[in-house]
């Protein structure tokens, strides 16, 4: 007597299995440390958002929003891009890390700077605080997304 036959379905070759590796649910997109740190720039969190670390982009957005329009209603003075005093680029830089607040402060500022008080020249520093808080952001994102920091 024979044995009846066995319905078997070809398998795949093994070389294919064993090249792909099995899914993992706390495996991250990688992602260009470039674009992360130039959006984190941009937008205070934002660098974080796209690393899918909300808790922490919505902490230096707060952070560094707080601290910028608190500077623009003390009136404090934001440092244009030319200067010929060294004081005045480092001002500049510091303002520039803030990003958008940055670049709306112009809009939110109308009434100009009020340093001639002790509250615009509290406010300049605050709007510079905001470009610091800003950039520890900035280096933040670079490291997750390059992958030296979870």
């Known amino acids: 007597m024979s044995d009846p036959p066995v319905n078997e379905t070809p398998a795949a070759p093994p070389e294919i299995h064993e090249s792909l590796p099995a899914p993992s649910p706390s495996t991250k997109r990688k992602s260009d440390p470039v674009s992360i740190a130039f959006a984190a720039w ?5 660098g974080h958002f796209l690393l ?5 982009a919505l902490g230096f957005f707060i952070a560094a929003g707080c601290l910028a329009l608190i500077g623009f209603h003390l009136r404090g003075n934001i440092f244009p891009p030319h200067s010929i005093d060294p004081f005045g680029t480092l001002g500049f830089l510091a303002d520039a890390a803030s990003g958008i607040f940055y670049l709306s402060g112009k809009i939110l500022e109308r009434a100009g700077p009020d ?12 709007i510079a605080a905001a470009g610091v808080v800003n950039l520890v952001a900035v280096f933040d994102a670079y490291e997750i997304a390059s992958g ?3």
């Open 42 to 46: 941009l937008v205070p969190g934002l």
């Open 52 to 56: 899918n670390c909300k808790g922490r």
């Open 115 to 126: 340093v001639a008080r002790a509250a615009g020249d509290y406010g300049t520093r605050f």
């Open 148 to 150: 030296r920091r979870t």
